[in-house]
């Protein structure tokens, strides 16, 4: 199963389409019994609140399903943004 490639703008705007896209993810991680849930960064450009709660919530449905969840190839600011937030502690970065 290939990794979830987020869109450019993870932001308010862009909030519901990506959830959905997230949650989807997750359940085809299920099904697939995967052990981790895969989030592609690499074209992420803008990413605001409403994108790192997506990716809470990703990681917390996941946690309860057993998953561990990934984030590849995240962007210097969205790293340092995971950083600045402490939320880079939730999850597996890999570059």
Not at 19 to 44: N, Q
Not at 76 to 93: Q, W
């Amino acid at each position: 199963m290939h990794p979830l490639v987020a869109p450019a703008r993870l932001t308010s705007d862009h909030r519901l389409e990506f959830r959905r896209a997230v949650l989807e993810a997750l359940e085809e991680s299920i099904r697939a019994r995967m052990t981790a849930v895969e989030i592609d960064l690499s074209i992420v450009t803008e990413m605001d609140a409403s994108g790192l709660g997506v990716l809470v919530l990703l990681q917390k449905r996941a946690r309860e399903k057993g998953l561990r969840t990934r984030l590849l190839y995240a962007p210097t600011p969205v790293s340092e943004m995971l950083h600045v937030t402490r939320l880079d502690t939730l999850f597996e970065i890999s570059r």
